[in-house]
């Protein structure tokens, strides 16, 4: 068993203040009542606190704002009137008049053919033109007379310089054909041959 100054020495270094054995040591001094009474812990001070009371203010209650909604006012609606619709009135197309084409040809016959060939220049031909030139190579060409025969002045078109005639295509178109038909009838022939944009477009039925 550990002595007396030895167990104090081991209680010191774990920092036990006090300790009780679990037997009864030998050569002991009695313990003393007292030191086995454990303290109570001390009570914890009650603060009091002085109670606040709350005054509540009375608030009068705020005053809500008036809307004033409008009443129906009774009117008297006058009888209204039925709605006529006025007729579509109709819409003539406005005739758009073309301006008058600008040309001249000139009516030649080469053996039985009539030729009608347009003049490049809107005089009569003379015998360097290369346009007369070129024409008498097409007549040797097709085995016609290389020198044709004038028949006729040449048309020349717009017909008026002035005025308000119409003088478009489609008037052109008929006094050309007018004109062929008109020498058609004074000499017998074996075919029409039509040379030239011109001639096609206002002699012939083709529209170039």
Request: proline share 13%; hydrophobic share 45%; aromatic share 6%.
């Amino acid at each position: 068993m550990l002595n007396e100054s030895r167990r104090r020495a081991y209680m010191t270094a774990m920092q036990v203040v006090s300790w009780l054995p679990r037997t009864e040591l030998p050569f002991a001094a009695p313990s003393r009542p007292e030191l086995l009474v454990l303290p109570e812990p001390p009570a914890e001070p009650v603060i009091t606190r002085p109670a606040v009371k709350a005054v509540a203010a009375a608030s009068a209650p705020a005053e809500r704002p008036k809307i004033e909604v409008p009443r129906p006012s009774i009117s008297v609606r006058a009888a209204s009137k039925p709605v006529v619709e006025a007729e579509p009135v109709p819409v003539t197309p406005k005739v758009v008049q073309l301006p008058p084409p600008r040309f001249a040809l000139q009516l030649l016959r080469a053996g039985r053919c009539l030729v009608l060939v347009e003049l490049p220049t809107g005089s009569a031909f003379q015998s360097r033109d290369p346009a007369y030139l070129l024409l008498k190579d097409m007549l040797r060409a097709a085995g016609l007379p290389d020198s044709p025969q004038i028949i006729g002045e040449p048309v020349r078109w717009p017909l008026l310089r002035r005025g308000n005639v119409d003088q478009g295509p489609e008037a052109a178109r008929e006094f050309v054909q007018g004109f062929v038909m008109a020498r058609l009838e004074e000499a017998e022939c074996a075919c029409l041959w039509l040379v030239g944009l011109p001639a096609v477009r206002f002699a012939g039925e083709a529209d170039a």
